[in-house]
């Protein structure tokens, strides 16, 4: 019953949709709250949607998730169907890309920082070995153009080739509002 409502959201998008990977954790320890988490990563041309609910119910969690991911791809399709429209003179694009910048979310996901307060509050050791290696394909894009990306994952953080400068950059989202760069410093 809760895959149809993944399978519909997918199927609705399966236009640029490349892949999607669906991963449902079950943390089986008693004293952490939250255990079941639902999470999804969807690879669609030229970009990567995130979407993650933590609860106490794998039913909520899975239904939280998939409108996460409904809501980032309709926002990816618009901005899509604008960014075509602007290449053919409908709407100049630097108006697209400012006024996307200005509406970046000031929250951070809860991600490492909430597993990482449960592990102090209940004197569990942080493993800070790499646990996980992934490689992917950078094309050069802008700063602005990575804020928008930034807003399709629920990390606090993206790393991309500056279509600029041609360095790794980082854009992340502040604790006190708006988005940082990080460029290093040659």
Do not use: Q, W
Request: glycine content about 6%; overall charge neutral; some cysteine.
């Amino acid at each position: 019953m809760h895959t149809k409502k993944i399978e519909k959201v997918v199927a609705k998008h399966r236009e640029y949709i490349l892949k999607t990977d669906i991963h449902l954790t079950v943390t089986r320890n008693p004293s952490v709250k939250n255990a079941h988490i639902a999470e999804a990563t969807v690879s669609v041309k030229g970009n990567t949607v995130r979407s993650s609910h933590r609860s106490e119910n794998m039913y909520a969690s899975i239904d939280l998730m998939a409108d996460g991911l409904a809501r980032k791809l309709r926002k990816y399709k618009e901005r899509r169907n604008n960014k075509m429209h602007a290449m053919h003179g409908h709407s100049p694009v630097r108006e697209i890309m400012e006024s996307e910048v200005e509406e970046v979310d000031d929250t951070v996901d809860a991600g490492f920082d909430g597993y990482e307060k449960e592990a102090h509050e209940y004197g569990l050791a942080i493993n800070m070995d790499i646990v996980k290696h992934k490689k992917f394909k950078m094309d050069p894009i802008t700063a602005a153009e990575a804020v928008l990306c930034l807003e399709y994952i629920d990390h606090p953080f993206y790393i991309f080739r500056n279509s600029e400068s041609g360095e790794i950059n980082a854009v992340y989202k502040r604790n006190h509002g708006g988005v940082g760069l990080i460029e290093p410093d040659v």
